[in-house]
């Protein structure tokens, strides 16, 4: 069984906490939405479109959506190559 890596940051010295979570920050911002990922994959609407056997507008709709359904996330996620994880995280544990 694997060490949670968030145990193993927690025992660096804060300087080092501090660095990894502020790259960690910068990350995460620029792939903050399903556009940017679509974006930085080199994979345009259209591509997307047709692996998804929808049309181009269906993906710009999708990409601009709120809230949309797991199934139909995963397939988004899918179809540019990548794999989907969810995680749940308890307070305190």
Same mark, same amino acid.
């Given at each position: 069984m694997?060490?949670?890596?968030?145990?193993?940051?927690?025992e660096l010295p804060i300087k080092s906490q501090t660095r990894i979570h502020k790259?960690?920050?910068?990350?995460?911002?620029?792939?903050?939405? +399903?556009?940017d990922i679509r974006k930085a994959l =080199?994979?345009?609407? #259209?591509?997307?479109?047709?692996k998804l056997r929808l049309k181009q507008t269906n993906i710009s709709q999708l990409e601009s959506?709120?809230?949309?359904?797991?199934?139909? +996330?995963?397939?988004?996620?899918?179809?540019? =190559?990548?794999?989907? #994880?969810?995680n749940i995280r308890i307070p305190s544990r």
């Open positions: 694997g060490i949670a890596l968030n145990k193993v940051i927690s790259k960690a920050a910068k990350e995460i911002e620029a792939y903050k939405s +399903l556009q =080199g994979i345009t609407q #259209e591509e997307l479109a047709g959506r709120d809230d949309m359904h797991l199934s139909t +996330l995963r397939k988004y996620v899918e179809a540019l =190559g990548c794999e989907l #994880e969810i």
